[in-house]
Each structure stands twice: as C-alpha cells, then as structure tokens.
C-alpha cells in the first residue's frame, strides 16, 4: 500500500508570541487541522518546508487541539521578508528524517550519572528520545520534573526504550498548547 503524501501548501499569518522569552524575536503559525492530519503523528515531528520560498526543516510542537504550531526563528524571518501581522506562503512536508532533540541540561546529567540509563538512551529511536524530552518537559512544576527525570533513568536503565501512556498530542492532557499571542 503507497504511503499518503504529507504535503501541504497553504497561507497563515505570522503571530507574535504574548511571552518570547529573552533570546531573539521569533513569529509562530498555528497550521490548519487538515495540514496537521497529514503529518505522520500528533506529537512532536519534523517537517521539512518553506516560508515565502525560504527553506526550512522544524520540529513541530502540538498546540493540544490535535494540530501543531511552528516556530519562525529570527533567521527564518529575515529570510522571509516578513514581519508579525503578514499573511506568507507555506509548503509543509514530513521530513525524512527526524530532527535529533536537543537534551535539557538536568536530563543530560542525570543520564551521564548512569551509565545504563545513558546505553539505553543511544539505543532509542529519535522519536523516543523526543517523546521521553516532551514528557519530562510537559511537567508543569519543577518537583514534578525532577521525579520525571530520576523515573525516566530508572526506567532507561532497566532496558525500557519508550516512555508508556504518554498523550504526545496533548489533546486530552491538556500539557501542550500554542503560544498566546501578543494584542
């Protein structure tokens, strides 16, 4: 049976974020529900694709409503020739590959404390290893992440290569959601 194309074009106005933090200025789209439908999974995924033309290749996040958001760095919209408020041209892809995540600091460490937590973690998936980050990231308060982090160990260390009953779309959790945007 022929794999369904994820391929998507459509047109979306660059949002700015209510909170961006205090590294550089980015934008965000919300992606229509039926581009989202295409992507192979709910949860975080990559996607290779354009803005205005402009390659790129991205980690969607889950915005909770069964679709995702994507992040526009300040690089990406230089490159555009847009700015908050214009609507742009998107073609969105599943990427072949996924991107490797990057590792939070605290989640690093305590994986360097173990080696057989650190073995089995090199021997997951890409997909697993963005899905362990997501669940440990997903914890609303820092109590609640650093147990994430020393159950995450205990489990890798054991041989378990995914984390279980884990709602990556964070429709039912509630745990993911887009940016608020800025009046």
């Known amino acids: 049976m022929a794999q ?3 391929e998507s074009q459509f047109k979306a106005q660059l949002l700015r974020p209510k909170d961006p ?10 992606l229509p529900r039926a581009v989202s439908a295409k992507l192979p999974r709910r949860g975080r995924t990559t996607v ?9 290749t991205v980690l969607l996040e889950p915005d ?9 760095d300040e690089e990406l919209l230089k490159q555009s020739g847009a700015s908050y408020g214009d609507v742009v ?9 996924e ?5 939070p600091a605290d989640l690093l460490d305590a994986l360097s404390a ?15 290893r963005i899905d362990w980050i997501h669940w440990i990231t997903s ?17 890798l260390a054991s041989g378990k290569k995914k984390v279980c009953c884990f709602d990556t779309s964070g429709f039912y959790s509630k745990a993911f959601r887009a940016p608020e945007t800025a009046d």
């Open 139 to 155: 914890a609303k308060q820092a109590k609640t992440r650093t147990k994430r982090i020393h159950d995450a160990c205990d489990m």
């Open 99 to 103: 991107l490797e995540p990057e590792v």
């Open 4 to 6: 369904a194309s994820t």
């Open 21 to 30: 933090g205090s590294g550089a200025p980015w934008a965000f789209v919300i």
């Open 89 to 97: 041209e998107f073609q969105v892809t599943s990427a072949a590959e």
């Open 114 to 128: 173990s080696p057989e937590a650190k073995e089995t973690w090199h021997a997951t998936t890409t997909i697993s």
């Open 48 to 56: 290779d694709g354009t803005i205005n033309g402009k390659p790129f």
């Open 64 to 72: 909770g409503k069964k679709s995702h958001w994507l992040k526009i």
